[in-house]
């Protein structure tokens, strides 16, 4: 038997699970360790509420969990209950799938005031991340600024911009939709330090924001390069700059709230009386190698919330190498020490999207198999158990998953597919009511 342990049960988690199941069939057995009593990881917390077709991955993700040789141990957290160390003498290959919870550090002057805060502290409140659930960000406006031009910016303008009616089918949790609903911001300025041809947005996304009930984008034509130009681009990035020039080119309706769409544009402070209350933004222009450089011209945008969306970083954990520039683990293609590997973000950085992680999971049960026969002799699940029993700690199942999760979907508003619990002990609760 060949014992693996998964750390993290998100989508790189998941996928090298079933990768694992399909290369040595019956001759393993896969752990799945979280330190939450729920899975999924970044499909539960990070994939926005309203995008539920994307989160339907996750029934791909249950049919391995429901599998005789693949477990869900949930509640676990490596580092306070049990170590790496550990599960490697547990366990004949470790596979740290631990993603990237941790907000890249907007460092400027001003960055820790209160209403200045980080994508995965925002997208975990609306997502109901119990680290963040109670985290009462500043809705009062009227400005908002949202820092960088990937898709996680996107994802918190639109949930900053819909109406309760447009969030009705998705699984926002209620405290966000209540306060959203109270939500006195009128003007979202969206700022990215070079230009709409540097731009991370994916086209269907972008598109999103020409569909909003009470919001509309607004893009300086002035800062589009010539229309040529845009024949130089890849595809995709094509049709997301195309979305900029019809965002452009829409006539101004009477809608109350305004996206805006800042290029050539880096916060360099936020200033205000004890909390944010304003944005210090340089104009920027591009060098020969596309990087952006200030021009010392500024201006301010004012602003109550600011949410920085630019990038995440890996958590070290004690005794695993970690390559601090990179924000993830050191590792050559997934290998970090003998028997211990990594895979999706925590092996590569927050880059691509979920199917990227199925790739990644085949490359790293791939490199197990390379890298050592079955049978060493380790003790596997039932070493883990003892040792997990020894520190009393209450480890959550996938049966005990599924009770919360019947418990979510029965608590639901209408519309809605779930109503999800958002601290640790209720979930525990609900895991164990029958
Ligand atoms: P991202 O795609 O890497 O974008 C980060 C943005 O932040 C870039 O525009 C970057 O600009 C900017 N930035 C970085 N440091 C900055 C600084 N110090 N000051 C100002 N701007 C700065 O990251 P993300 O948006 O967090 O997304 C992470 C991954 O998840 C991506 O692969 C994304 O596509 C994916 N995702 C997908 C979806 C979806 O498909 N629906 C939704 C959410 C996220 P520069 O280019 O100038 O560095």
């Keep these: 038997m060949r014992y693996v342990a998964v750390v993290g049960s998100g989508p790189a988690g998941y996928y090298t699970a079933e990768a694992a199941q399909k290369a040595f069939g019956d001759a393993v057995r896969v752990d799945i360790i979280d330190r939450l009593p729920v899975p999924y990881g970044l499909i539960r917390f990070g994939v926005a509420p309203d995008h539920q077709s994307i989160k339907a991955v996750s029934k791909r993700y249950e049919q391995v969990a429901l599998s005789d040789n693949v477990r869900f141990v949930g509640n676990v957290e490596i580092g306070r209950d049990v ?16 993603g990237a919870p941790v907000d890249n550090r907007l460092d400027i002057p001003g960055s820790d005031l209160p209403g200045v805060i ?20 500043p809705l009062a406006g009227p400005g908002a600024v949202i820092v960088g031009n990937g898709n996680v910016a996107l994802d918190v303008a639109r949930i900053l911009s819909k109406t309760p ?12 939709l209540e306060q959203l609903d109270r939500s006195g ?4 300025t969206l700022l990215g330090r070079r230009g709409p041809h540097q731009i991370a947005m994916t086209p269907k996304e972008l598109g999103e924001l020409g ?7 607004l893009v300086e034509d002035a800062d589009l390069p010539e229309p040529g130009a845009d024949a130089l681009l890849e595809p995709g990035m094509r049709k997301s700059v195309q979305h900029l020039r019809d965002f452009a080119a829409t006539p101004i ?7 805006c769409f800042d290029f050539f544009a880096k916060p360099v402070a936020i200033e205000g009386d004890g909390r944010a209350e304003r944005v210090v933004v340089e104009r920027t222009r591009l060098d020969d190698e596309l990087r952006s450089i200030g021009t010392g011209e500024t201006y301010v945008v004012p602003a109550g919330l600011v949410v920085s969306c630019i990038g995440y970083q890996t958590p070290a954990i004690e005794g695993v190498p970690y390559e601090h520039g990179r924000g993830r683990f050191a590792n050559l293609d997934g290998r970090i020490l003998p028997g211990l590997y990594c895979v999706g973000w925590a092996r590569r950085g927050p880059t691509g999207t979920i199917g990227t992680n199925r790739p ?5 049960v791939e ?3 390379a890298d050592g026969a079955a049978g060493s002799g380790k003790p596997g699940r039932a070493g883990l158990d003892a040792l997990l029993a020894a520190r009393g700690v209450e480890v959550v199942t996938f049966r005990d998953w599924q009770n919360i999760e019947a418990a979510e979907i029965a608590r639901a508003r209408a519309g809605s597919p779930r109503e999800k619990f958002v601290s640790i002990p209720e979930m525990i609760a609900a895991a164990r009511a029958t």
């Design 253 to 259: 309706a009477a809608k109350p709230i305004s996206i």
């Design 360 to 364: 990644d999971g085949q490359a790293v």
């Design 211 to 217: 569909h909003l009930s009470r919001a509309q984008p």
């Design 367 to 369: 490199l197990i198999a």
């Design 185 to 188: 911001i009128v003007r979202v």
């Design 165 to 176: 009616a447009e969030l009705a089918g998705s699984d926002i949790c209620a405290h966000a």
């Design 83 to 98: 170590s790496v160390a550990e599960l490697q003498s547990c366990y004949d290959a470790v596979v740290l799938a631990t």
């Design 118 to 137: 980080g994508s995965a502290a925002f997208v975990g409140w609306y997502n109901g991340h119990p680290d963040w659930a109670t985290l009462d960000p």
